[in-house]
């Protein structure tokens, strides 16, 4: 069974720095995709970036970067040049992609805190 | 424009009083589902269906229903509604044979409280 892990419920940082947002997986299928959303105090899901598990190269989009380590399993999502509206909670998520059914399956979330 | 409709985005309504959250989306998609999400336990899939008239549970499905009769629409059902269901719900779709990944769609929610 998939499974994502957040280990970091909560985080502060200064506006204009970077940070790191973990987030590790397990699944015993060689084929699979990561994803980022952003989900601001209004609720929706905002997809930010994925990465796809036979992608050599990290994903970036913009200001957001991955850092995927497929030997450790992990797809950090790293931010830079924090901004105020940054703020909100971030969930990694996955899905194998052996089949058509397969669920994406959440982590429990990291709260962002931007600070002036 | 691409998009998952839900409604109604807002609701607050009593135990037992039987009710329906509408989804629907615009981009011929096959596979759509519905999530539900509660604090400090992420998003939880509740009902999935990869066509129409093939539904099936996700992890969470007591307490709800869905119907999908047609490609575009894929209903939620809460018969009975109790306190515990007050969440706030997701539907989301995307092809079914999506190799590449990256396009699921998301509806903007519906927060749904019960008293």
């Known amino acids: 069974a998939q499974k994502i892990t957040q280990t970091q419920p909560g985080m502060f940082v200064q506006e204009k720095e970077a940070v790191t947002l973990d987030c590790t997986y397990d699944t015993s299928d060689q084929s699979y995709g990561l994803f980022w959303y952003k989900q601001p105090s209004s609720g929706e899901m905002i997809f930010l970036i994925y990465q796809g598990s036979y992608d050599e190269q990290n994903a970036t989009e913009g200001r957001y970067s991955l850092n995927f380590q497929k030997a450790r399993k992990s797809t950090n999502l790293v931010i830079s040049a924090s901004q105020l509206g940054d703020s909100a909670m971030y969930f990694c998520?996955?899905?194998?992609?052996?089949?058509?059914?397969?669920?994406?399956?959440f982590g429990k979330g990291t709260r962002l805190s931007v600070i002036a | 424009e691409a998009q998952v409709t839900q409604n109604p985005r807002y609701l607050i309504t009593v135990t037992g009083k039987k009710l329906t959250v509408t989804c629907s989306q615009n981009m011929n998609h096959e596979y759509m589902s519905w999530y539900r999400q509660d604090p400090g336990l992420g998003l939880r899939q509740i009902y999935y269906s990869m066509n129409v008239e093939v539904t099936d549970k996700g992890d969470v499905p007591e307490g709800y229903k869905v119907s999908r009769k047609e490609k575009r629409n894929f209903p939620l059902i809460l018969e009975s509604p109790s306190p515990n269901q007050t969440s706030l719900y997701f539907c989301?779709?995307?092809?079914?044979?999506?190799?590449?990944?990256?396009?699921?769609?998301f509806g903007e929610g519906s927060w749904l409280t019960v008293v």
């Open positions: 998520a996955m899905r194998d992609q052996n089949s058509g059914n397969t669920p994406l399956v």
């Open positions: 989301a779709s995307r092809k079914l044979n999506d190799i590449s990944g990256n396009t699921i769609y």
